[in-house]
């Protein structure tokens, strides 16, 4: 039994019917290219007999009575593998189109809370006998950095490993807690909750020494609140559209070469050249930049050590009102070193303090009145939209048994930020995965196609530089 | 703009995360056989053609604020047919074993409560080229009789019949309702609720007459609450384990002949062969009747105008505990002459009338501290399974153009009673739907088998009895 940090279970509390907070990936396997023989039955045997390495995948949540306190991780003594993996069939001719309109209905549909929260879904009738795994996994229970550990164990070097069996089972004994103690727990740490009292003035200040060193003009993060409204800022629905494309690292390297800047400014510019003509084509493109939320890890940084989310977020200008891809590039770059100090002014546990002392219901309520109201359309816009890269790993992979052709990531959306790019470097690939409420995007895959022509803008004029 | 009746609301209040209140419908089409031939596109646009002639497929739930009154049904102005009609594949090898697995998900999934009730997923890649249909309607927007009408819009008496384009689209104007007239409609109504005062007593004596004439041992309805505990009368999980068979209607009227019986009691006899063998081999037969709750339309009876749920309910033993199978037809169809006499007693709008006037909130607070506190598991087990007889269509039908070889009725379970079974019988066959919580009955592939034995075992009597 462990207590889930004010942070991980925040992604409970703000959960509703349409803000869907799991985050999922859709993984092409290729077994006929390793020359293994792929069959359901045997990909779900062996990640049963790795799963008692991943202790995360065997626990729930336990709600505390009256939500006195956040709830607790416990063993699920009645798991059973069935529930978690299931299979499906991707209808014909098994293209991209059928696979990008399959993974946005999985992800469309809320988790069963009652079960460890990740289900995996298997899909067959792919062209080229290729197989889709979409996993899906509760926000709650895995960041970016705890995710890639759990798949360093599902994941393999070489084609057709095979795991031993798993030691005998201990899990059937139960450590469902006592009720009544954790109501009591619960009533005991409220004073120390009152902590959250104190954090007012200190965030009014930090808030207000961004704004005062923004009104200097010195180079920073940009603020949020102060973004423009596009089509995707809006309340969102339970729909998700999906779409997902790869290219190759070595481009992003030679641009990044050309240029002296860093990967992840190459991959803001070219997202942000993307959305650029995604909105200019629905003639929707504001006059001012949008601003991108882009989570970063505080993993190394954090002095909280219990938790699965240790993550902080910074706010991207990202010149989308600028033609010129190569002055987006050095602009996105020069902001970005400006953003990293402020955001170390800021702290690495601002979230997470934020967040373990607010009491439940606040944020339960909170959102409910949000969604109703549509509160979204009302204010200003926060943020546009999330941005994620994550850096993954380098050389081939095999997930159970099976080479990884490619590893899209699909982070959640929000109500008033109804897309999320996330983009994962992997085995000399950048592949792009991008999610949005149906309604407000109805076709991601005018971004999706955008990230090309971005990508060769930029690769044109490094070829000019030289 | 429509008020629900408290019948079709109770519906919306009763569901919870894993007591989802939809029923399913599996058609089996078969185009090779109609010379038709099958796209996806195709299929949708017909929908699309006929859907102005069903209002149901095109309006929503509105709340009222805190819940004040029962809610109102308005157009859904941002209509969308993608969101409704959706696409899977079969894995391989495309049996009736992966569309029962599929069916299963699909059931265990909730429904959009932002939009209008109800959802189609085709499923391609069945053997022999076949397709099928599941369809999604929640229970407040749908019943037996309701949901047979709809079917007439979207079924024909012959093949590729195309429908013409419909009249040009008036729901761009809203009927979005003042949700503050809603709310103050709803206080003048309150006075007008106290009524449900005046029907305890009225309900206790009714209760009382049945204990007498039952005491008395006179033939009648089974008493609720005498039903003995079976592995699926338990608090249900999320999930859905589902199965399905055909019998020919002709084994079933020449058993009804033979023994000069209803056709209803000849289907209620065979599910109960059915459970009492399944019992058997898991070793759970109990040694007193199983009790089968029957929902018995009202729509002629009932002086309730409005609603789409008018229907009440039977309490059937089904003498599981009685061996030879002639026997226990005897029992049943005597019984069943008893019951319908006392059901008219009770009247048609008993269950309209308590749903009319209890408040919203009751069934919420009441149906979550039930599964809360697992009481399914703690009072004497009110009924064993929900069994539904719904007499269909004689003549073969064709859906949105295709043969329609098979259709499967899947109700929806509950608290206590996990597992239904509806039968539907249509162009000379029987379609039996077996639908259940997975963690209760993981195996209802062995009831549908069991169904023919207990079919077989009538008719070997039949015939000896010439």
Chains 1, 2 share one sequence.
């Not at 988790?111 to 879904?121: A, C, F, I, S, V």
């Not at 940009?222 to 290219?247: D, M, Y």
């Not at 629905?282 to 699965?308: C, F, K, N, Q």
């Not at 994620?388 to 080479?403: C, D, E, I, T």
């Amino acid at each position: 039994m462990e207590r889930l940090t004010g942070l991980d279970a925040s992604f409970l509390y703000l959960e509703t019917d349409t803000q869907l907070l799991h985050v999922c990936a859709l993984l092409i396997l290729d077994p006929p290219a390793d020359g293994t023989n792929y069959e359901f039955t045997a990909l779900k045997e062996e990640l049963g007999r790795r799963l008692h390495l991943i202790p995360s995948m065997r626990r729930r949540v336990h709600r505390v009575p009256f939500d006195l306190d956040h709830p607790v991780w416990v063993t699920d003594t009645g798991f059973d593998l069935d529930r978690h993996v299931r299979r499906l069939g991707l209808p014909s001719p098994g293209g991209p189109k059928e696979l990008a309109e399959l993974v946005g209905d999985i992800a469309a549909q809320p988790m069963d809370r009652d079960r460890p929260l990740w289900e995996m879904w298997v899909i067959e009738g792919l062209a080229d006998d290729k197989v889709a795994v979409v996993s899906k996994y509760h926000h709650a229970a895995v960041d970016g950095v705890t995710g890639a550990n759990m798949m360093a164990y599902l994941c393999d070097a070489e084609p057709g490993v095979r795991y031993p069996d798993p030691p005998a089972e201990n899990h059937t004994e139960s450590d469902e807690p006592n009720d009544l103690a954790l109501a009591a727990e619960g009533l005991v740490r409220m004073p120390a909750k009152l902590g959250v009292v104190g954090m007012v003035p200190k965030t009014l200040g930090k808030l207000g020494g961004m704004v005062q060193r923004r009104r200097a003009d010195k180079q920073g993060m940009a603020l949020p609140f102060t973004a423009p409204r596009t089509p995707f800022n809006r309340t969102i629905t339970r729909h998700r559209s999906v779409a997902f494309t790869t290219a190759p690292l070595a481009d992003i390297k030679e641009i990044r070469a050309a240029f002296d800047v860093k990967i992840n400014d190459v991959v803001l510019t070219v997202i942000a050249g993307a959305l650029r003509q995604y909105l200019s084509e629905h003639d929707e493109l504001p006059d001012t930049s949008l601003i991108a939320s882009v989570p970063v890890s505080t993993h190394e940084t954090s002095r909280h050590e219990r938790g699965v989310n240790k993550v902080s977020t910074l706010f991207a200008q990202l010149y989308t009102d600028v033609e010129d891809p190569v002055e987006r590039l050095r602009l996105i770059a020069e902001a970005n070193v400006g953003a990293k100090e402020e955001h170390e002014v800021l702290g690495a546990d601002f979230l997470q303090d934020w967040a373990e002392y607010a009491p439940p219901n606040t944020f339960r309520i909170a959102v409910r009145a949000y969604s109703s109201f549509k509160l979204a359309e009302r204010h200003p816009v926060v943020h546009n939209l999330v941005i994620s890269n994550v850096p993954g790993p380098q050389q081939p992979l095999y997930f159970l048994g099976h080479r990884i052709d490619s590893l899209f990531p699909f982070g959640p959306v929000f109500h008033g930020a109804g897309l999320n790019v996330t983009v994962l470097s992997a085995n000399g690939d950048l592949d792009f995965g991008f999610i949005a409420c149906r309604e407000l995007v109805p076709d991601p895959d005018r971004m999706a196609d955008a990230v090309h022509d971005s990508i060769s803008a930029l690769l044109k004029a490094a070829h000019a530089q030289r």
